[in-house]
């Protein structure tokens, strides 16, 4: 069975740091690429990072670009985001998804997706 599960969402204060984990398990991790995602109430579902399947290529959306990080580690089936200087408006669920390409940027050629972790920005 294809889980992606991820944890590490809560309430942060404006200004703080958070670091979300995707444990990946029921398919070969090392030949996808990985994506994190997030949807805020009444807004559409934004790709926020991915990253190669191989070679650490990552690519960042223009709001979280200089803020978040994408990696993962292939031995241990896991991605991450961390993300530092929080602010109110990355008030999201976050999701990780898999994709059988190397690297992409379309949510629709992610296969696998996680139930989502919620992220709180508040003071």
């Known amino acids: 069975e294809v889980q992606l599960v991820e944890s590490g969402g809560g309430l942060v204060q404006p200004g703080g740091s958070l670091r979300l984990t995707c444990e990946a398990s029921g398919f070969t991790f090392d030949d996808h690429g990985i994506g994190w995602f997030r949807q805020a109430p009444g807004k559409e579902r934004e790709g926020i990072a991915c990253?190669?399947?191989?070679?650490?290529?990552?690519y960042y959306s223009d709001s979280v670009k200089g803020r978040f990080t994408i990696s993962r580690d292939n031995a241990e089936n896991m991605g991450y985001l961390q993300m530092n200087s929080l602010k109110p408006e990355d008030t999201a669920v976050y999701y990780c998804?898999?994709?059988?390409?190397?690297?992409?940027?379309?949510?629709?050629?992610?296969?696998?997706w996680g139930q989502g972790t919620q992220v709180t920005v508040s003071s």
């Open positions: 990253i190669s399947s191989f070679d650490g290529r990552a």
């Open positions: 998804a898999a994709t059988r390409w190397v690297i992409t940027r379309a949510a629709n050629e992610y296969e696998y």
